[in-house]
């Protein structure tokens, strides 16, 4: 019989502990994994005082890791791919801005979104950034402000 894992052997194979992560960031990303919006990591857990966030990690590079960082390299399929969860993201109210190659990875045929730091709610009367509206609406580049 196999010997079960420690809760450290765990974390080195099946998470992803990120550092710096504020409560909004946390309450966002374990909102939009409940509704089940997009493809994105479980949270584990989170340490409020020492803004620590253990997530599922998903076994592959992000884009800009396997195509470079400029998004003229990275197929279509998988750009309109990550094109689809920002949207999804939008028409529920969640801005997510930092739209580089960084901030997602293709795993298994499907867009798993990373980083929700940027990320925030907004109403019909907020200001939305303008290209949020040229990605969802067919643009193929990565926002320049998040380089």
């Known amino acids: 019989m196999k010997k079960p894992m420690s809760k450290e052997e765990f974390e080195a194979t099946m998470c ?8 909004y960031e946390y309450k966002i990303h374990k909102l939009i994994y409940n509704l089940k919006l997009i493809n994105m990591p479980k949270i584990y857990s989170y340490d409020r005082k020492n803004k620590i966030m253990v997530m599922e990690k998903i076994h592959n590079m992000n884009i800009s890791d396997l195509y470079g960082e400029n998004a003229e390299n990275v197929p279509s399929e998988i750009i309109n791919k990550v094109q689809e969860a920002v949207k999804k ?4 109210g969640i801005s997510y801005p930092d739209i580089t190659g960084y901030n997602f990875i293709y795993y298994n045929n499907k867009i798993y979104v990373i980083d929700f730091e940027h990320a925030k709610f907004f109403t019909n009367s907020s200001k939305i950034d303008p290209f ?3 990605f969802i609406n067919g643009s193929h580049e990565w926002n320049p402000e998040f380089k």
């Open 16 to 23: 992803f502990t990120k550092a710096n992560v504020e409560l």
């Open 89 to 92: 993201l939008y028409y529920f």
């Open 132 to 134: 949020i509206h040229k």
